[in-house]
């Protein structure tokens, strides 16, 4: 499973969701549905834009996280 880990980078940067989607060009709200975790995809070219602006690597914004198996 993927996490996103943005709100954490936020935080290390103190910088404000507002700021960081109106330094990358998109959308409060789809920055938000990133943040949260509702989001199935993004791309590259946002990611790249979010990374230049926060100064980090996309691993500092997605973590792997391994699910376990449900027996069944």
Avoid: H, W
């Amino acid at each position: 499973m993927i996490v996103i880990r943005l709100d954490r980078v936020l935080a290390d940067r103190k910088m404000r969701l507002n700021d960081l989607a109106a330094q990358v060009g998109i959308s409060n709200v789809n920055l938000s549905y990133l943040k949260t975790g509702k989001v199935r995809a993004i791309r590259f070219s946002t990611l790249d834009s979010i990374c230049k602006v926060l100064k980090c690597q996309p691993g500092d914004i997605l973590e792997y996280i391994e699910e376990e198996e449900t027996e069944g």
